[in-house]
C-alpha cells in the first residue's frame, strides 16, 4: 500500500507570512498532484509535477517534486487569507493512487 | 461548461439501512472516480468505472459496490449503513486514468448515519 504522510496536520499564521508544506512517502510516483479544497467544495487541482526535481511556480505558489520522486513540497510567499483551505497531494502511478490526509491551512488576517 | 453534480448534498440512514448516490460527470469524461473523505482517515478512493466497467477498486468491503450508465452517469450503493460509514463521498471525473490525470470533483454527498 502507498502511503503518503503530509505536514503539518494544521498550520494557522497572519497574513503576508510564508509557508511549507510537505508530502512524504517511501513509495516513488509516476506523478504527484496537489488539490486545495474549501469547505463545502470538493478539491480543486492546483498542480501536477511528474519529473524528478521539477519545480513549477503558480503565482505565489512554488511546488516542487523531489530527485526520487518520493516527495513534494508546497511553498506559499505572503500568504493571503484567499490561500485558506485544506491541501492535498495525491501520488499516482501503475500501482493506483493515494491522497495524503492533507494541511489545513488557516491564514489570519 | 457544467461540473460534476452529485445528489444528494445530504442525508441521513439509520445503521442497517442503504444508500444510493448518484454522480453526473463533465460532458466528455468517460472516468468516473469515487473517493471517501473522514477527519480521521483523510481522503481514500473506493472505484473507478470507465465505459460502464469497473477498472479499479480500493481497499473497502463489498458492502461499497457503484456501476456506471451507457451516459457516463454513475451511482455508488452502500448496504448495511454502519456509524463508521459517515463520511463525505466525492465523486470525481477525468478525461484519463485517474491515477495520474486531473480530477474534476463534485461537491459532494455528505451521509450521516445514525
Known amino acids: 500500500t502507498q502511503l503518503l504522510e503530509q505536514s503539518p496536520q494544521f498550520l494557522s499564521i497572519q497574513e503576508g507570512e510564508n509557508l511549507t508544506v510537505y508530502c512524504n512517502s517511501s513509495s516513488v510516483f509516476s506523478s504527484l498532484q496537489w488539490y486545495r479544497q474549501e469547505p463545502g467544495e470538493g478539491p480543486v487541482l492546483l498542480v501536477t509535477?511528474?519529473?524528478?526535481?521539477e519545480v513549477k511556480k503558480l503565482k505565489r505558489l512554488t511546488f516542487q517534486f523531489g530527485d526520487a520522486r518520493k516527495d513534494s513540497s508546497l511553498h506559499i510567499t505572503a500568504a493571503q487569507t484567499g490561500d485558506t483551505g485544506l491541501y492535498l497531494c495525491k501520488g499516482g502511478g501503475a500501482d493506483g493512487l493515494t491522497f495524503g490526509k492533507g494541511t489545513h491551512l488557516i491564514i489570519q488576517p | 461548461k457544467a461540473g460534476v453534480t452529485q445528489t444528494p448534498r445530504y442525508l441521513i440512514k439509520t445503521r442497517g439501512q442503504q444508500v444510493t448516490l448518484s454522480c453526473s460527470p463533465i460532458?466528455?469524461?468517460?472516468?468516473v472516480s469515487w473517493y471517501q473523505q473522514t477527519p480521521g482517515q483523510g481522503l481514500q478512493f473506493l472505484f473507478e468505472?470507465?465505459?460502464?466497467?469497473?477498472?479499479n477498486k480500493g481497499n473497502f468491503p463489498g458492502r461499497f459496490s457503484g456501476r456506471q450508465f451507457s451516459n457516463s452517469r454513475s451511482e455508488m450503493n452502500v448496504s448495511t449503513l454502519e456509524l463508521g460509514d459517515s463520511a463525505l463521498y466525492l465523486c470525481a471525473s477525468s478525461l484519463e486514468l485517474p491515477n495520474t490525470g486531473e480530477l474534476f470533483f463534485g461537491e459532494g454527498s455528505r451521509l450521516t448515519v445514525l
Open positions: 468505472y470507465f465505459s460502464e466497467t469497473q477498472r
Open positions: 509535477v511528474v519529473t524528478g526535481g
Open positions: 460532458s466528455g469524461h468517460r472516468s
